[in-house]
């Protein structure tokens, strides 16, 4: 990374951001377990829960940044978790709760959690403007990390189900 920016700082700074977002939004108990750094040119989304459900469809999000540093926050989990949440932030429960609306609370979720995590890194001197979110739906992805100078992935328990967030980040 070509920014003078402590990984550690920059994994502290995306753990708070989440379960902050959690926390507030969500009103959820969100648990950090662990990070992995990875490389290479491409990345297949995590494994959400593969002992309890193997055909699990995967929600993933993501919200880039750009700015003296760049990147993209992605929130992976499942469909059985993107429905709890969603429950749980708009109040809506059985039949009413519809796919749209899910998705809709899954790219506000990663939107704020990756506008928290860039304030984090704007009160550092390293300001950047987001994107809006992007919501994918599916079984298996992969990411294209080509151009990016370090990635991260992040495993969370978020009320006893499995979340993971990926950071990609390239210097200005």
């Given at each position: 990374m070509s920014v003078s920016v402590p990984v550690e700082q920059i994994h502290k700074y995306l753990s708070h951001s989440l379960i902050k977002v959690f926390k507030t939004i969500a009103h959820a108990k969100c648990e950090f377990l662990g990070e992995k750094a990875y490389n290479g040119s491409q990345?297949?989304?995590?494994?959400?829960?593969?002992?309890r459900d193997p055909n699990t469809h995967i929600l993933a999000s993501c919200v880039a940044?750009?700015?003296?540093?760049?990147?993209?926050?992605y929130l992976f989990m499942g469909n059985r978790f993107a429905f709890h949440a969603a429950k749980k932030v708009t109040g809506i429960e059985g039949a009413e709760l519809d796919e749209d609306t899910v998705r809709d609370v899954c790219g506000e979720l990663t939107n704020m959690f990756a506008g928290t995590f860039k304030n984090c890194l704007a009160d550092l001197g390293l300001p950047s403007t987001s994107t809006i979110p992007t919501v994918m739906q599916g079984k298996r992805m992969a990411i294209?990390?080509?151009?990016?100078?370090?990635?991260f992935r992040f495993s969370f328990e978020v009320d006893g189900f499995p979340i993971f967030a990926d950071l990609l980040l390239s210097g200005s």
């Open positions: 990345t297949l989304s995590p494994a959400i829960d593969p002992s940044f750009a700015g003296e540093i760049n990147g993209v926050c294209n990390t080509a151009g990016t100078n370090d990635q």
